[in-house]
C-alpha cells in the first residue's frame, strides 16, 4: 500500500468521526473546509435543508503573500458574508484535514471577522 493510499484513508476516516458527530441548521451552520494543493474554500451549510449559506474561496481573495495568508483572508470574507445573512454561530467542519497551518488559519480568520466558533 502507497504511503498517498495510506493518507488518504486516514483523512476519510478523520472526516467520517467528525461528520457523526457535527450538523448545521440554519441557526448555527456548519462551516465546512476544503483544502486543494492550490485553493482553499470554506461554505456555510444548512444540513436539515441541504442548502448552501454563504460560500468564499481563496480564488475571489486578493494576492497574499502566501497560501496561509490566503486562508486567513477566505476565513475573513466567510466571516463577513455570514453577518451578512445574520449569523454568528458557525460548527466547524475541518473536513477530515488536521486543524493546523491553513486550517487553522482560516479559522483564526474567521473568528476575527466575528464568528463563534
Known amino acids: 500500500m502507497a504511503v498517498t493510499e495510506v493518507k488518504r484513508i486516514?483523512?476519510?476516516r478523520r472526516r467520517g468521526r467528525i461528520r457523526r458527530k457535527i450538523s448545521?441548521?440554519?441557526?448555527?451552520p456548519r462551516l465546512s473546509v476544503y483544502k486543494s494543493n492550490v485553493?482553499?474554500?470554506a461554505q456555510l451549510i444548512?444540513?436539515?435543508e441541504g442548502r448552501t449559506l454563504a460560500a468564499a474561496d481563496s480564488r475571489e481573495v486578493e494576492e497574499a503573500e502566501s497560501r496561509k495568508d490566503a486562508a486567513r483572508k477566505v476565513g475573513e470574507l466567510i466571516a463577513s458574508r455570514a453577518g451578512d445573512a445574520g449569523i454568528e454561530d458557525v460548527?466547524?467542519?475541518r473536513g477530515g484535514n488536521k486543524y493546523?497551518?491553513?486550517?487553522a488559519a482560516l479559522a483564526e480568520g474567521a473568528r476575527s471577522g466575528g464568528l463563534k466558533l
Not at 448545521?24 to 448555527?28: F, V
Request: hydrophobic letters at 30%; a negative charge; aromatic letters at 10%.
Open 100 to 103: 493546523h497551518g491553513r486550517i
Open 91 to 93: 460548527v466547524f467542519d
Open 46 to 48: 444548512d444540513d436539515l
Open 39 to 41: 485553493h482553499i474554500y
Open 10 to 12: 486516514q483523512k476519510n
Open 24 to 28: 448545521g441548521t440554519a441557526e448555527r
